[in-house]
Each structure stands twice: as structure tokens, then as C-alpha cells.
């Protein structure tokens, strides 16, 4: 298993930007395609955005694309996750989690597992 941390997460003004990081331990994080989930109470944990083990190929939820970039450093064992033009609807608790099982689809969190503990994202109007 590899220990996923979150950081950078706040408060922010809308068309702010923030810059999240999520830090890995344990098992060689570059084996792992790696993704930044968000979530808001009473609903589902979505894919916002993922790259695979050497950030050549990555994915975007519409909502973001244009605004989010992901990246990681794999000498530094660490992924990120720039957000830029912010909007009110971005409000979320986002996680990192590394891709294990390819079982249910690219996209479905089913897949994924070793789950940070989550950074809270707000963006007031």
C-alpha cells in the first residue's frame, strides 16, 4: 500500500486559485496512476482529474478542464493538483488516491484506493 497525504487545501475567493499536493509513502509511487477525487455531502466521491504513472496521459472531468492541471513529481513522490479560476461550485473536500484494481472503468473510484484523508476547498462568491 502506499500512505497518501493532502495538503494546500482553503478558502479562497472565486477566480482565486490554490495549488493542492498530496503526498506519498511506502510503496514506489511511480508504479501507481494516480487521481484527485472531490466530494460534497450527500453525494459521490467524482474524478476530477488523473494521470497515469508518468503524467503522459491525463484526464479531466468537464467541469474543470481549462482550469485544473495535474501533475506529479515522482522523484519527490508527489502529486498535484493546480486549480485556477475557482468557482463557488468547486466547494469540496478533494482526495488523492492511487489507482490499484483496474476492475470497474478509468473513472470509477471503485478502482482506486489508498485514500489521503482529504483537504477542504471553499469558494466564496
Known amino acids: 500500500q502506499v500512505q497518501l497525504v493532502e495538503s494546500g487545501g482553503g478558502l479562497v475567493q472565486a477566480g482565486g486559485s490554490l495549488t493542492l499536493s498530496c503526498a506519498a509513502s511506502g510503496r514506489t509511487f511511480s508504479n501507481f496512476p494516480m487521481g484527485w477525487f472531490r466530494q460534497t455531502p450527500g453525494k459521490e466521491r467524482d474524478l476530477v482529474a488523473a494521470?497515469?504513472?508518468?503524467?503522459?496521459?491525463?484526464y479531466y472531468a468537464d467541469s474543470v478542464k481549462g482550469r485544473f492541471t495535474i501533475s506529479r513529481d515522482n522523484a519527490k513522490n508527489t502529486v498535484y493538483l493546480q486549480m485556477n479560476s475557482l468557482k463557488p461550485e468547486d466547494t469540496a473536500v478533494y482526495y488523492c488516491?492511487?489507482?490499484?484494481?483496474?476492475?470497474?472503468?478509468?473513472?470509477?473510484?471503485?478502482?482506486?484506493?489508498?485514500w489521503g484523508q482529504g483537504t477542504q476547498v471553499t469558494v466564496s462568491s
Open positions: 494521470t497515469n504513472w508518468s503524467a503522459g496521459t491525463t
Open positions: 488516491a492511487a489507482r490499484v484494481k483496474w476492475l470497474y472503468g478509468d473513472h470509477d473510484s471503485r478502482d482506486f484506493g489508498s
